[in-house]
């Protein structure tokens, strides 16, 4: 099982898709950054950093190879997702 740190880089409040941008640190040694949290017909997914290619389509740049990396990944941006905003509605509710 490999380490991932997530770091939640922003959170977006609005009604948009996106809800946030994620950096993930495995075993202290490798980062992927601009990870996003996307809110899709079945609910929020990870969604890998992409580039867009000549046809205008976009590819991932890099993504897990096992479904169960895929489902650690997941579990780690999920949980740091829900302790900021935990952590955020707590604090607005102490400052009302």
Not at 9 to 21: I, R
Not at 37 to 54: E, H, Q, R, T, Y
């Amino acid at each position: 099982m490999m380490n991932i740190k997530t770091e939640i880089k922003k959170t977006f409040k609005d009604n948009g898709k996106l809800k946030a941008v994620v950096n993930l640190i495995i075993d202290e040694g490798f980062i992927i950054k601009n990870v996003r949290l996307v809110n899709g017909a079945k609910g929020l997914f990870v969604s890998m950093p992409s580039g867009k290619i000549k046809d205008g389509s976009y590819v991932e740049i890099c993504h897990p190879i096992k479904s169960n990396v895929r489902e650690q990944i997941e579990k780690s941006v999920l949980e740091a997702y829900q302790a900021v905003i935990t952590s955020t509605d707590s604090n607005n509710e102490k400052h009302e």
